[in-house]
């Protein structure tokens, strides 16, 4: 059975990784300071983003056969771990799969951004993925895979939390009426992910619903279908005007099968069901 170790897997990412990969795989899992709930104890191991020794001899002990890295932590510190951890890949019989973010694009509002356009970023988040892509693309080349994501819900996530959480309080939700985006679920982004895996795919890939909407119909959607009163939306302009923006990747790839694509209201429904 083929070994997979992913760093990070305490967090909302992670663990539906570990569910979705750990039949059929051999998963182990790193955790920062919260044990990792649906993986055995001898399965998980505490590992800080500092602790790149500690990495190292991780690696070298269950020698994984792919490495999925949704770790967090402080930038300087992350893009020497992972510079690091290139080195390792670079010399053992290992995939590395890494977590990237819409954020590498956020100097431009103008379009969906497609794997082909060049990244440009204003925010520090977004240079210091853009960074770490490159690092990892420099020393690794094909043994590395760049996942991008847009904003990510699932039934326990942050952002779904978050709502209904609001909701329950009547607390005011901000929203802006003129940023189109896409989203995904955490069930399907991890079905994406094996996908790319048990098939070797290569290269960059844009994951998220094929459509996009602004944020505040996103929202509105989630209120009308929960009962909830969309006057709990606060309506804001991105960046102060009434032009449009996009805050969405889009695939030009053609080899992610169609069942595996969602879309925004099917996202909604899930979330709702």
């Not at 970023?121 to 043994?143: R, T």
Request: aromatic share 10%; net charge negative; glycine share 6%.
């Amino acid at each position: 059975m083929k070994k997979i170790l992913i760093l990070g897997g305490s967090g909302l990412v992670g663990r539906s990784l570990i569910n979705e990969l750990r039949d059929g795989y051999e998963v182990y899992g790193t955790y920062s300071s919260k044990t990792i709930t649906n993986l055995p104890d001898d399965k998980q191991f505490q590992l800080d983003v500092q602790e790149i020794s500690k990495m190292m001899e991780l690696i070298s002990s269950i020698q994984p056969d792919s490495i999925i890295s949704c770790i967090r932590g402080e930038f300087g510190q992350q893009l020497k771990f992972h510079k690091e951890l290139a080195k390792v890949v670079r010399n053992i019989n290992s995939n590395l799969y890494y977590f990237s973010t819409t954020n590498v694009f956020d100097g431009d509002f103008s379009k969906p951004h497609t794997e082909t356009d060049v990244p440009i970023a204003e925010s520090e988040y977004g240079n210091f993925k853009i960074d770490c892509e490159n690092i990892l693309k420099e020393i690794l080349d094909e043994k590395v895979q760049n996942i991008r994501i847009p904003a990510i819900w699932g039934k326990d996530s942050p952002r779904w939390n978050s709502f209904k959480e609001s909701i329950r309080n009547s607390k005011e939700i901000e929203v802006y009426s003129n940023l189109e985006c896409n989203n995904l679920l955490d069930v399907q982004l991890a079905r994406q992910l094996r996908f790319i895996i048990e098939n070797n795919l290569k290269g960059i890939f844009h994951l998220g619903s094929v459509d996009t909407m602004t944020q505040s119909q996103f929202y509105e959607k989630l209120l009308i279908h929960s009962d909830s009163k969309s006057s709990l939306l606060k309506y804001n302009f991105y960046l102060d005007s009434s032009n449009t923006y996009f805050f969405a990747l889009k695939s030009t790839r053609d080899d992610m099968p169609e069942y595996l694509q969602t879309t925004n209201e099917e996202i909604i429904s899930y979330l709702l069901g």
